[in-house]
């Protein structure tokens, strides 16, 4: 009698084969994760401007109440009592401010910050606000008009705003890069300048302003003028 020995023909598979594998696995994870990524980001730039509409709405809500706009937030630290609130008035424009959030009733950063815990910790997220010195000095009138210091540009510098559309606050936000890009990285207290586009690889801050003739229009039919 011949004992027959039965072998299996199955194998596992080799080192290149299993390496082909995690190749193609990692590939398919790419295509499908930078559509995702994508989408957040989207998402994201979606609420931000949702909150600049709700910021721009606030502003010209406090100054039909008070007959004049909010002073910039510049204080600090996170647990003095004055931190995001307006600083005076009168207000120190000499520095570059912040939203007075808490005096607006509104959350103190964008889609990308969080809250600061520190008086030395950066301004990572949070709204940054500069209104017109005239009108946040005194009562505002229909003969109230903007200084002329507030300009916004786009990305080749020219600038956007006019004589006849002069702005009186600019609100923006510093995107998903967490910091301030172009124009908007510097300060001039004698002529703040901002930068304002659709976004670029350098540039993806997002910049809201109020202008002369919407700001005069919205108060007066509101009765305040």
């Known amino acids: 009698m ?4 039965i072998f299996s023909t199955k194998r596992g598979f080799t080192l290149i084969e299993m390496a ?20 957040f980001e989207a998402s994201q730039r979606h609420a931000a401007e949702s909150m600049l509409d709700d910021i721009t709405e606030a502003l010209i809500g406090f100054a039909l109440v008070q007959g004049r706009l909010p002073c910039p937030s510049i204080e600090p630290d996170p647990f003095n009592p004055a931190y995001g609130l307006e600083q005076g008035p009168p207000c120190s424009l000499n520095v570059p401010g912040y939203l007075p959030w808490r005096t607006l009733g509104l959350p103190g950063h964008d889609p990308w910050g ?20 005239n009108f946040v000095e005194g009562t505002i009138s229909l003969s109230t008009l903007p200084s002329g210091q507030i300009q916004i540009k786009d990305h080749d510098g020219n600038l956007v705003s006019t004589s006849d559309s002069r702005v009186v606050a600019v609100v923006f936000s510093t995107g998903p890069n967490r910091h301030a890009d172009g124009l908007n990285a510097a300060y001039s207290p004698a002529s703040p300048s901002f930068e304002a586009g659709e976004p670029t ?25």
């Open 2 to 5: 011949h004992t027959i020995s």
């Open 20 to 39: 082909i594998v995690l190749v193609v696995l990692g590939l398919t994870a790419s295509l499908l994760i930078a559509p995702l990524a994508m989408r």
């Open 114 to 133: 969080n809250p600061r815990t520190g008086a030395n910790q950066p301004w990572v997220g949070c709204w940054r606000y500069q209104p017109d010195k």
């Open 201 to 225: 690889p350098a540039f993806d801050d997002l910049v809201r302003w109020v202008g002369h003739p919407l700001f005069i229009a919205r108060l007066a039919r509101s009765g305040r003028l």
